[in-house]
């Protein structure tokens, strides 16, 4: 599996070169940073997404309110128009 066209065998030379250079101290404390990062840019993206996928329900509930204008209907007369059809 290549991520951004790096191997395996690439990422474990550069997590050792990493570990040797660092230490173990500093490489858990940027473990632990860079998991908090990876955990904040997933809630961000899953806000964005929730923001957008409630936008266009917002949107799409407008079109079917503003459809009623554009007959030249209005929400009253859209109303009494379903009552006479269920009457029938």
């Given at each position: 599996?290549d991520v951004m066209s790096i191997g395996p065998v690439?990422?474990?030379?550069?997590?050792?070169?990493?570990?040797?250079?660092?230490?173990?101290?500093?490489?858990?404390?940027?473990?632990?940073?860079?998991?908090?990062?990876?955990?904040?840019?997933?809630?961000?993206?899953?806000?964005?997404?929730?923001?957008?996928?409630?936008?266009?329900?917002?949107?799409?509930?407008?079109?079917?309110?503003?459809?009623?204008?554009?007959?030249?209907?209005?929400?009253?007369?859209?109303?009494?128009?379903?009552?006479?059809?269920?009457?029938?």
């Open positions: 599996m690439e990422i474990l030379v550069v997590l050792l070169v990493a570990f040797l250079v660092l230490g173990p101290q500093r490489m858990i404390k940027l473990a632990a940073s860079f998991g908090k990062f990876a955990q904040e840019v997933k809630k961000t993206t899953r806000d964005i997404f929730d923001m957008a996928t409630l936008e266009d329900d917002q949107n799409k509930g407008n079109t079917v309110e503003t459809q009623g204008h554009l007959d030249g209907k209005s929400d009253s007369t859209q109303e009494s128009d379903k009552d006479q059809s269920i009457e029938r």
